[in-house]
């Protein structure tokens, strides 16, 4: 059951309160309005996983979700 995790950002929802940039500063920045973005491809680098999943959890407006591809 292996396979690639990514997470994506959905911009129509972000709100910018950066709980996502705070927990997981390695998956995440912040553009000019506050609003989230991934940092590279979305692809969950090997041993960040549980930060991507806590981001996921602490988004009020539920706009990140993990996947698995």
């Given amino acids: 059951m292996s396979g690639t995790l990514r997470i994506h950002v959905d911009p129509e929802k972000c709100q910018g309160h950066a709980r996502c940039k705070s927990l997981a500063p390695e998956l995440f920045e912040l553009d000019e309005l506050g609003n ?34």
Wanted: one cysteine or more; aromatic letters at 2%; charged letters at 20%.
């Fill in 36 to 69: 989230a973005q991934i940092i590279g491809n979305g692809a969950i680098p090997a041993g960040l996983e549980d930060k991507a999943w806590l981001a996921q959890a602490n988004c009020p407006e539920i706009a990140i979700t993990v996947e698995k591809e």
